[in-house]
């Protein structure tokens, strides 16, 4: 599977829109990027995934590069709860395991 | 998350014993998985099921066993032989093995052994 690459952190205000990017420059052709998140002492929670097109879903927006190198997810209106370890993934086909890498803490400030 | 239930919460057990968390589901998924999560760092694949009385070694089986004798419940005995067991548990089921289909996860169990 294609190593991801998140920044360390970030900060975002209470009700902007939290941009969360994701590099992901050796993807191949029929990797899923996919993104959970991870609340301190609980179960990743599935947000969103996609292969070439946009998405979006109640919870989020992801944006991917037509050269699927990079994306990013959108979180429209963010409030305190949706301050979290947010993970980039990529995973291909025969890959039975999800690889988190270390992900973006992202803390929203009222 | 959502029709996956893993109990307990919190687990305490003394060194060398064996224990068994569990892990149901109620979605009707075929896949199921077993991860570890030590503080600070990412998920470690353990086992995993793609189908009823089938399963198959992660990344870090040793001092693990699994059973899939229903679909719906995969347990995980944590044994003696697991040299640091102290971690937290989290189980994933999925429709299929396959890619394009979302893993969700349980809760988890934090599992501390003295």
């Known amino acids: 599977d294609a190593k991801t690459t998140q920044p360390t952190s970030m900060d975002c205000a209470e009700g902007r829109a939290a941009n969360l990017p994701c590099n992901h420059s050796t993807i191949s052709g029929n990797e899923y990027v996919y993104w959970y998140r991870q609340i301190h002492s609980q179960g990743p929670q599935y947000i969103i995934h996609g292969l070439k097109n946009n998405e979006t879903n109640e919870m989020a927006s992801l944006i991917i590069t037509e050269d699927r190198k990079s994306s990013t997810l959108i979180l429209p209106h963010a409030t305190l709860r949706d301050t979290a370890v947010y993970y980039c993934i990529v995973r291909g086909r025969g890959a039975q395991k999800l690889v988190f890498g270390q992900g973006t803490r992202l803390t929203i400030n009222p | 998350d959502g029709g996956i239930t893993q109990s307990p919460k919190y687990l305490f057990r003394k060194e060398g014993q064996n224990v068994t968390l569990s892990c149901e589901q109620n979605l009707n998924h075929d896949a199921m998985y077993w991860y570890r999560q030590d503080p600070g760092q990412g998920l470690r694949l353990i086992y995993y099921?793609?189908?009823?009385?089938?399963?198959q070694k992660g990344d870090i089986a040793e001092g693990y066993s699994v059973s899939r004798e229903k679909k719906e419940s995969f347990p995980l005995t944590v044994t003696s032989a697991q040299k640091n067991p102290t971690a937290f548990y989290l189980c994933?089921?999925?429709?299929?093995?396959?890619?394009?289909?979302?893993?969700?996860f349980g809760p988890g169990t934090r599992l501390t052994v003295l």
């Open positions: 994933a089921s999925s429709p299929g093995p396959n890619p394009q289909y979302t893993q969700y």
């Open positions: 099921s793609q189908i009823v009385n089938d399963f």
